[in-house]
């Protein structure tokens, strides 16, 4: 089973832009969709991007479309998230989950990692 880890978050200026790491471990990385989640204080987790195991299909929840870029670098085992025109509503620990299963075509989250915090001052 993989063990993901973020990196990346920070404390950035409104209209800056931060990339977002996620690296795993094991050996099915390749075969399994990946998403970006992230957690405000005091709300639920939400997703913000998900892509496809191959990296040929991506997803963005409405809030961050335009400014927000998921991709995966298989080769590395490695899934990013480019973050652009930074909002404060953008603040959240942001957390990056493996599908439960290889060939998945919808993102059921299975491993999660232990979050990393983007703090985007007005």
């Known amino acids: 089973q993989e063990q993901l880890v973020e990196s990346g978050g920070g404390l950035v200026q409104a209209g800056g832009s931060l990339r977002l790491s996620c690296a795993a471990s094991?050996?099915?990385?390749?075969?399994?969709?990946m998403g970006w989640f992230r957690q405000a204080p005091g709300k639920e987790r939400e997703v913000v991007a998900t892509?496809?195991?191959?990296?040929?299909?991506?997803s963005y929840a409405d809030s961050v479309k335009g400014r927000f870029t998921i991709s995966r670098e298989n080769a590395k085992n490695t899934v990013y998230l480019q973050m652009n025109s930074l909002k404060p509503e953008d603040t959240a620990v942001y957390y990056c989950?493996?599908?439960?299963?290889?060939?998945?075509?919808?993102?059921?989250?299975?491993?999660w990692g232990q979050g990393t915090l983007v703090t985007v001052s007005s």
């Open positions: 094991g050996r099915t990385f390749s075969r399994k969709a």
């Open positions: 989950a493996a599908d439960s299963r290889e060939w998945g075509v919808v993102l059921i989250p299975g491993v």
């Open positions: 892509i496809s195991w191959s990296g040929g299909s991506t």
